[in-house]
């Protein structure tokens, strides 16, 4: 009984402090509440200005990168070489001026597969040629008017064709050209005058040494002089782009045949035995001026650099889809380092050498070009202190 109160009194107390603790925990629990609330909303606030802070340069980049575009677009408009930009899948993304107006492509185009949008069957066939190409480049193409080399390159993204106008240095390499042509044209009746002339002096001079050794040397000179007038002729019609090229069946041995006979006084001279290789039925096809041209320059040379008492063999081989002419000589050869160099023009591996023998350094330059016009190509072999083999190749059709 004694204990009676104090039992009640600390049953009392237990409630309150249980009560006490249960407003603490819920208490504790709203500050934690209210505390997670206040901190996830400053993370949103912090995290939304970071993204606005993010965003204001991010605008700022994209209307500049559309101001960059534009202006690329203008000055890209006003340079003399068309651009033509492509997606991967070759619908058109940009083009300029130039390349607008070569091609008629129209501004609402753009999005246009090239097919559709290229007013220009050969740039798409070149297109479809070389789609999955990374690099391909033509030789110059007229189109309009003007004289255009094309390029196409490709990666992974994009695709470019390249319009290089070539008119102006077009114009002025046929200016030069022309140039050349016609004084050597003009040159021509002269220089035979003056031949003549020497030749009636020579004549005249038989019972005196001293002049006909002048009147000698006078005529080597003005034969050099007559021979470089031709070549230059051979290369200038060579050269032009008016010059028909008349393609026809050629028997082949009896065409060497003239050509070797031209040249026997020479090869007798130089005691240089020519063979000819040649079976009866040998056909090739080829303009009969120009292919005269690469013989006689070729046969030419292999007397000419040959050792005395030497050989040369002009001999054909019939392959698959081309013939093979060969002109070979026991001469002292060409110096692999001169190979690369001969068919410039003007280039003679001994200078002197070939100077004394008449050479104007021209006859190989022409050779090369003429196998250009006929669609062939020609190949050199050659072994210092044996010999050398000029070998042409031209297309059967
Ligand atoms: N068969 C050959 N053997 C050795 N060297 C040669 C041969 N053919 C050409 N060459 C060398 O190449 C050079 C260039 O030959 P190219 O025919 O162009 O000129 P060229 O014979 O000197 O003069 P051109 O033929 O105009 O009268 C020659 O000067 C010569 O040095
Ligand atoms: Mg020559």
Same mark, same amino acid.
């Given at each position: 009984?004694?204990?009676?109160?104090?039992?009640?009194?600390?049953?009392?107390?237990?409630?309150?402090?249980?009560?006490?603790?249960?407003?603490?925990?819920?208490? @504790? @629990?709203?500050?934690?509440?209210?505390?997670?609330?206040?901190? @996830?909303?400053?993370?949103? +606030?912090?995290?939304?200005?970071? @993204?606005?802070?993010?965003?204001?340069?991010?605008? =700022?980049?994209?209307?500049?990168?559309?101001?960059?575009? &534009?202006?690329?677009?203008?000055?890209?408009?006003?340079? %003399?070489?068309?651009?033509?930009?492509?997606?991967?899948?070759?619908?058109?993304?940009?083009?300029?001026?130039?390349? +607008?107006?070569?091609?008629?492509?129209?501004?609402?185009?753009?999005?246009? /597969?090239?097919?559709?949008?290229?007013?220009?069957?050969?740039?798409?066939?070149?297109?479809?040629?070389?789609?999955?190409?990374?690099?391909?480049?033509?030789?110059?193409?007229?189109?309009?008017? !003007?004289?255009?080399?094309?390029?196409?390159?490709?990666?992974?993204?994009?695709?470019?064709?390249?319009?290089?106008?070539?008119?102006?240095?077009?114009?002025?390499?046929?200016?030069?050209?022309?140039?050349?042509?016609?004084?050597?044209?003009?040159?021509?009746?002269?220089?035979?005058?003056?031949?003549?002339?020497?030749?009636?002096?020579?004549?005249? #001079?038989?019972?005196?040494?001293?002049?006909?050794?002048?009147?000698? !040397?006078?005529?080597?000179?003005?034969?050099?002089?007559?021979?470089?007038?031709?070549?230059?002729?051979?290369?200038?019609?060579?050269?032009?782009?008016?010059?028909?090229?008349?393609?026809?069946?050629? !028997?082949?041995?009896?065409?060497?045949?003239?050509?070797?006979?031209?040249? $026997?006084?020479?090869?007798?001279?130089?005691?240089?035995?020519?063979?000819?290789?040649?079976?009866? =039925?040998?056909?090739?096809?080829?303009?009969?001026?120009?292919?005269?041209?690469?013989?006689?320059?070729?046969?030419?040379?292999?007397?000419?650099?040959?050792?005395?008492? *030497?050989?040369?063999?002009?001999? /054909?081989?019939?392959?698959?889809? =081309?013939?093979?002419?060969?002109? #070979?000589?026991?001469?002292?050869?060409?110096? &692999? $380092?001169?190979?690369?160099?001969?068919?410039? +023009?003007?280039?003679?591996?001994?200078?002197?050498?070939? %100077?004394?023998?008449?050479?104007?350094?021209?006859?190989? $330059?022409?050779?090369?070009?003429?196998?250009?016009?006929?669609?062939?190509?020609? =190949?050199?072999? $050659?072994?210092?202190?044996? *010999?050398?083999?000029?070998?042409?190749?031209?297309?059967?059709?």
């Amino acid at each position: 009984m004694i204990n009676f109160p104090k039992i009640l009194f600390n049953k009392r107390s237990g409630k309150l402090e249980a009560i006490l603790l249960a407003i603490t925990i819920f208490l @504790t @629990t709203l500050t934690l509440i209210f505390a997670y609330i206040a901190y @996830t909303e400053r993370k949103k +606030r912090e995290r939304a200005l970071a @993204t606005l802070r993010l965003n204001r340069p991010k605008e =700022e980049k994209i209307s500049q990168k559309i101001d960059n575009t &534009k202006l690329l677009a203008r000055a890209l408009s006003l340079i %003399r070489e068309g651009i033509v930009v492509m997606d991967p899948y070759g619908r058109i993304i940009f083009t300029n001026k130039f390349a +607008r107006e070569l091609l008629d492509i129209h501004p609402e185009d753009i999005g246009k /597969f090239f097919y559709q949008a290229i007013r220009n069957f050969d740039v798409i066939s070149m297109i479809n040629e070389s789609f999955n190409e990374k690099y391909r480049a033509w030789q110059e193409k007229k189109i309009k008017d !003007k004289y255009v080399q094309i390029i196409f390159g490709s990666d992974m993204d994009e695709k470019v064709l390249l319009l290089i106008d070539l008119t102006p240095i077009k114009k002025y390499e046929n200016l030069k050209k022309d140039f050349i042509a016609n004084v050597s044209h003009e040159l021509k009746t002269p220089v035979a005058a003056m031949k003549l002339s020497l030749e009636t002096l020579e004549e005249e #001079c038989r019972d005196k040494p001293e002049a006909e050794k002048f009147l000698r !040397k006078a005529i080597e000179r003005v034969n050099y002089m007559e021979q470089l007038i031709e070549d230059l002729i051979t290369l200038s019609m060579l050269e032009s782009v008016n010059f028909p090229v008349k393609i026809v069946e050629i !028997k082949l041995k009896p065409f060497v045949e003239r050509v070797v006979h031209d040249l $026997s006084e020479f090869a007798e001279k130089k005691e240089v035995k020519i063979e000819i290789e040649i079976p009866e =039925e040998a056909l090739i096809k080829a303009d009969e001026k120009i292919f005269h041209a690469i013989m006689k320059n070729l046969i030419d040379n292999a007397i000419k650099y040959n050792r005395e008492g *030497g050989n040369v063999v002009v001999g /054909f081989r019939d392959l698959t889809r =081309e013939v093979e002419i060969y002109v #070979c000589d026991t001469g002292p050869g060409i110096p &692999k $380092s001169h190979i690369p160099f001969i068919f410039e +023009r003007f280039y003679r591996v001994e200078r002197s050498r070939s %100077r004394k023998l008449g050479g104007t350094g021209l006859g190989l $330059s022409i050779v090369k070009l003429a196998i250009e016009r006929l669609r062939g190509k020609v =190949e050199v072999e $050659s072994e210092e202190g044996k *010999g050398t083999c000029f070998k042409i190749y031209l297309p059967k059709s």
